[in-house]
């Protein structure tokens, strides 16, 4: 495992968790597999053995309990208890959510896409429970295998819920629907967590014990180089905050010049040396989301203000000759701060996209809301080869389906699941607007070794 670079673990960067869950190919798959299961006759109620495990009560563990397991040197009991655990507790959580996917109003249950992601879940429930508590290595091994799987087949499934809950919303109301969405998500956290800590410390494990059966000395030694002991699990003990989130912002930039044939600059200031204890794929998707929103905002509160040939963005930024691909210079750049407090770390991202409306500010935190309508401004739009799939455009789609941090926006779930997440391990997202002038976005993580080690998941 390459782990020297704390991006290792993440969506945008190779390991081995993540380097196949988040390809195009696996994610292609994906979409086949939900057609096909749309096209299933699985029932949604021809489940009886679900109850029995859906009614058990969760054992949570804590956050030091999982940091506890994957303290070096790892031992073969520490991973056969963690194993255990995973395989006692992942089906019942997961028979809980399909059981909530049950209760959705009948016809939300028959749309492609939700019943899509119902199958995938209910599958993952019988992949997990169907095996026997290990007893040695070779058991743990073929168990983790099918773990990894898992979670590789449940990782891109919110593009599919969202678009699927955003298509029956007449046919669900708001407080049902954020209600199952709460749910699943803060579950699909807690589940990742655990079948993901599991995974990597097998890994790690086995990385480890490579090096102590290692008879020639060189390649002991180049070997053990490569551990970073900063990684516990999935943890990242010393986790550079400026620097994911200038990899995010870069990928972003990419993301907005593919869109929009123009994008702003970033800065990065305040105390860029900071390292925290946290979960970096966490961080990371919080950063993709809060930046999608602050590049979008840059861009075409630019466009509109030019348009209109008014407001001080327009009279600030351009010389009258129009925006054009490379343009970045004349749009404000995102700023990014970060700052550290006791034992958390507060960063905030900075645009002067033009602000927010009351009407829209009181709604952001609502799943699905999105006040994306199509692709008026995008790049995209102007290409005649372009198609569009509802309402979303073609370039969008593709990175959907790429599951590389999901569209630029039109989802409505980047600010709702950005809270969730940042809420899990204690900490809280704030956005202040300033109409007419652009948003504040203050994202505040307590570090998960000191503060919330008692948490449970
Ligand atoms: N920085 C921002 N500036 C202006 N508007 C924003 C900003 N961040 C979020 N919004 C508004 O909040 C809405 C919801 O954001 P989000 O949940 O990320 O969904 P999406 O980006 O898919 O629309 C956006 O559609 C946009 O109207
Ligand atoms: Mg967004």
């Keep these: 495992m390459n782990s020297s670079f704390f991006f290792g673990k993440n969506l945008l960067f190779k390991t081995s968790i993540t380097k196949s869950t988040f390809s195009l190919e696996n994610n292609n798959l994906l979409t086949k597999q939900i057609r096909n299961y749309s096209k299933g006759k699985i029932s949604f109620y021809d489940t009886a053995l679900l109850s029995k495990y859906a009614n058990q009560h969760l054992k949570p563990v804590s956050l030091r309990q999982l940091i506890t397991y994957g303290e070096r040197p790892l031992t073969r009991e520490k991973l056969l208890d963690l194993t255990r655990f995973s395989q006692t507790e992942l089906p019942v959580r997961l028979a809980k959510r399909v059981v909530a996917f049950h209760n959705l109003p009948f016809i939300v249950g028959t749309n492609p896409h939700v019943f899509g992601v119902y199958r995938l879940y209910y599958e993952a429930f019988e992949r997990l429970r169907v095996f026997r508590l290990v007893r040695n290595l070779e058991e743990e091994k073929v168990y983790t295998k099918s773990l990894l799987q898992t979670i590789q ?12 809950i955003q298509e029956c919303t007449k046919y669900i109301g708001k407080p049902q629907k ?4 709460n749910d699943l998500i803060w579950s699909r956290i807690g589940l990742r967590v655990i079948g993901e800590q599991q995974v ?14 290692e008879t020639n000395l060189e390649k002991k030694k180049e070997l053990g180089s490569d551990i970073d002991s900063a990684w516990v699990g999935t943890i990242h003990t010393k986790l550079k905050v400026a620097k994911l989130f200038e990899q995010s912002s870069l990928f972003v930039q990419n993301m907005c010049e593919l869109h929009y044939g123009i994008t702003p600059e970033f800065v990065i200031d305040g105390d860029t040396d900071i390292e925290f204890s946290y979960i970096p794929s966490h961080l990371e998707y919080m950063s993709l989301e809060i930046l999608k929103n602050a590049f979008r905002a840059s861009v075409e509160w ?11 963005v327009s009279e600030y930024m351009f010389d009258g000759s129009g925006l054009k691909f490379g343009d970045r210079n004349k749009i404000q750049p995102i700023q990014i701060t970060v700052t550290k407090g006791a034992g958390s770390v507060c960063i905030r991202i900075r645009d002067c996209g033009g602000g927010i409306q009351p009407e829209t500010l009181a709604r952001i935190f609502e799943y699905s809301f999105s006040t994306y309508h199509g692709d008026e401004n995008s790049h995209a739009a102007d290409d005649a080869n372009s198609s569009h799939h509802g309402g979303i455009s073609l370039t969008s789609n593709l990175m959907m389906q790429n599951g590389a941090g999901g569209p630029i926006a039109g989802l409505g779930f980047g600010i709702p699941m950005t809270k969730v997440y940042a809420e899990y391990f204690g900490g809280s997202l704030d956005i202040i607007s300033v109409i007419g002038h652009g948003c504040d976005v203050f994202l505040k993580l307590p570090s998960i070794d000191y503060n919330v080690g008692n948490l449970q998941i």
């Design 200 to 213: 990597s410390l097998s890994e790690q494990f086995y990385e480890q014990e490579d090096i102590r059966n």
């Design 302 to 312: 630019a466009i509109k203000s030019q348009k209109n040939g008014n407001g001080s």
């Design 153 to 164: 087949i449940l990782s891109n499934v919110i593009p599919s819920i969202a678009q699927g």
């Design 178 to 181: 954020d209600k199952f969405l």
